[in-house]
């Protein structure tokens, strides 16, 4: 079976050497030392490879039953979450007014990192919950925040988001589930909800649905839609738990992966809800949720990847098969083992340069995020905002494709489901989809956040790609990273003119060209990683650290980024200059 062990070493280098916490001047970062973040990370691994990882076997092959309108999770999944509860996990960077312990966002993202690895469906219970958490928090009443939030933050009660409905997914404007105002103040729900992840489960006393619904008087589309909070069971005035709530699971989803997460089709009968936020604003407040559980999916993206990698090289130092064609590396054994293989390199190389690159960037969005909260820092805001489409959609496309990589270094025990490998893969195809499918973000990209506050926040990118470019003028060790990184950075540029020059007379243009963008953008925002990264790891050995071959390795995997992968942007630019004619040539009919 897969075993994993947390990669501390990367991040710390990450947060101390690349990011810099403590010196950053970031309100809340002022305890991210290294002894602090190294214990918070160190604790984070055990949690993950003693209690977290050994279920994830369990929760695929076990799944979830509903017996009697209850959901029973595998087994072992309600003593760990019990022991993340009481390990204080769940509650890492909340707000302390409501019992959080008030970290950054960026410590809840690495911690994040370390529990999706070891068990993603199990972790999206409490994901979840967060998400939910962090729209109450912006959007409730003082009220609803004392009510709903402390029990939030201990995980007592989850959450859940619910937007997709059978007939809408993508296009939320048409949804159907209608809200009902009544007298004292509340609504009636009712409608169904379709694909809901933790949806109902025996984990927490309370399920807090955030539910999205029409309300009168809101017009067509999205416009008219609000969002609403509706308890499984109704909280008194104490704060004790009265009624269950006319909500009720029709069934769960089989499905591909992340098995031990219930995805619920949810009938909501009159249940009572209440408004959160403004009144047919709704998609404003979930998008506070969205916005979080999209980065938190690109996360996703990479760490199972992360997972399946570090399976992938033990089993390549270990199987033997084949010679070295330069020679045997093993030559008292019947064969040498699969790593002396160049292909199998290749294979191990992209896995390790995208996993490192993607913590990299997450890290780096998620410090964005917390200098928007706690320095109300608008560029931060606007360049996460750009960012988030790519974090999303590059790296759980990417991430998916290194966990059939890992896969592939197994041969046909990848393939076989006592290895567990097949599990990464089929647990790592689903992000590709939920939190607006892929396509969706590479439209959300090209037609929305380029030009967002007419360009700035790309040109801002562009910027900064530039002066990172220009700090390494006259270092010869980092030419492989600028080099490579300027031609790439130009090539998203020309890209980006393609779509001014004919995006507007024929939207085709730019949309035919949108998902060839997000990906040439990963590529580039990956290429500014490393570049940093590689920056850092020089500093480190020209100031005589003492694990040269951590820094040595980091210079390397860097290179092999930039050398192998970047110069996939010129092809996404090609494709993007073909414009819409070779896409939309062919008649419907013709298909
Ligand atoms: C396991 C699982 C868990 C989920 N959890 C939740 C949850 O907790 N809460 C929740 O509300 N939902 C959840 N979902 C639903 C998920 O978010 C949706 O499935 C997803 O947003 C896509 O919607 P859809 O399935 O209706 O596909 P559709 O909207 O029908 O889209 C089908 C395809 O068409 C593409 N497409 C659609 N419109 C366009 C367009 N204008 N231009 C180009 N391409 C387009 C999409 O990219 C997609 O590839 C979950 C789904 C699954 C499978």
Same mark, same amino acid.
């Not at 960026?106 to 972790?123: D, W, Y």
């Not at 390494?472 to 130009?490: C, I």
């Not at 004919?502 to 040439?520: I, R, T, V």
């Given at each position: ?39 918070? +990370? ?9 209690? +977290?990882?050994? +279920? ?9 039953? +509903? ?32 019992? %959080? ?137 104490? %704060? ?48 506070? *949720? ?183 003028? %006259? ?45 040439? *953008? ?70």
């Amino acid at each position: 079976m897969p075993t994993y062990t947390a990669p501390l070493k990367d991040m710390q280098f990450l947060l101390q050497d690349v990011l810099r916490v403590t010196e950053t001047g970031v309100p809340g970062y002022e305890d991210l030392d290294a002894s602090f973040t190294s214990a918070v +990370l160190e604790e984070a691994g055990k949690v993950a490879s003693e209690v +977290l990882a050994p +279920l994830n076997a369990v929760g695929d092959a076990q799944g979830c039953v +509903l017996e009697n309108g209850v959901v029973r999770t595998p087994e072992g999944f309600k003593a760990a979450f019990e022991a993340m509860k009481e390990g204080g996990w769940t509650a890492l960077d909340c707000d302390p007014e409501y019992g %959080g312990q008030g970290l950054p966002y960026l410590m809840g993202t690495a911690v994040g990192e370390i529990f999706v690895s070891a068990n993603m469906a199990f972790n999206m219970y409490q994901g979840l919950t967060h998400g939910a958490y962090s729209a109450i928090h912006a959007h409730g009443t003082d009220e609803q925040r004392a009510t709903y939030l402390p029990k939030m933050v201990s995980c007592d009660w989850t959450g859940t988001m619910n937007l997709t409905e059978p007939h809408c997914g993508t296009d939320l404007g048409m949804l159907r589930t209608k809200a009902e105002p009544q007298a004292d103040g509340s609504y009636k729900i009712t409608g169904q909800k379709i694909f809901i992840s933790a949806g109902e489960h025996d984990m927490a006393e309370n399920i807090i649905h955030l539910v999205l619904a029409k309300a009168p008087g809101g017009g067509e589309g999205t416009k008219g839609i609000s969002l609403f909070i509706v308890p499984k069971f109704m909280v008194k005035e104490d %704060g004790s738990l009265g009624d269950r709530n006319a909500v009720s699971v029709g069934k769960i989803e089989e499905k591909m992966g992340i098995h031990g997460n219930a995805t619920c089709v949810l009938n909501y009968d009159g249940a009572t809800g209440f408004l959160l936020g403004e009144l047919h604003k709704g998609m404003r407040a979930m998008f506070t *949720m969205m916005n979080e559980a999209r980065l938190g999916v690109g996360l996703q993206g990479y760490a199972v990847a992360e997972a399946a990698y570090q399976n992938a090289v033990a089993y390549a130092k270990d199987r033997l098969q084949g010679r070295d064609v330069t020679g045997a590396k093993n030559p008292a054994g019947a064969a040498d083992p699969l790593i002396v293989h160049p292909d199998i390199r290749r294979s191990l190389m992209d896995q390790k340069s995208f996993v490192e690159g993607a913590r990299a960037l997450t890290f780096w969005g998620a410090s964005l995020i917390d200098r928007h909260h706690r320095q109300n820092d608008a560029a931060a805001d606007g360049l996460v905002g750009l960012l988030t489409p790519v974090i999303k959609g590059f790296q759980t496309d990417k991430g998916f494709e290194m966990a059939v990589q890992a896969q592939q270094v197994y041969g046909g025990h990848g393939y076989i489901e006592e290895q567990g490998m097949s599990q990464f893969v089929r647990d790592a195809r689903i992000a590709m989809i939920y939190e607006g499918a892929n396509g969706v973000q590479a439209l959300d990209l090209v037609g929305r956040k380029l030009a967002a506050d007419g360009g700035k926040h790309v040109m801002a990118f562009f910027d900064m790609v530039k002066a990172e470019c220009k700090a390494h003028d %006259g270092d010869a060790r980092m030419v492989p990273f600028t080099e490579a990184l300027k031609a790439a950075s130009k090539q998203m540029q020309a890209a980006g003119m393609f779509f001014m020059q004919n995006g507007m007379k024929n939207p085709n243009a730019a949309l035919a060209g949108s998902y060839d963008f997000m990906h040439l *953008m990963g590529h580039v925002c990956l290429g500014l990683m490393w570049t940093r990264m590689a920056k850092a790891a020089y500093a480190a050995l020209d100031a005589g650290a003492a694990d040269t071959t951590f820094y040595e390795t980091k210079i390397t995997t860097g290179r092999y980024y930039m050398a192998r992968q970047l110069p996939a942007c010129a092809t996404h630019l090609a494709r993007i200059e073909s414009g819409a004619d070779p896409v939309m040539a062919l008649a419907a009919e013709a298909f």
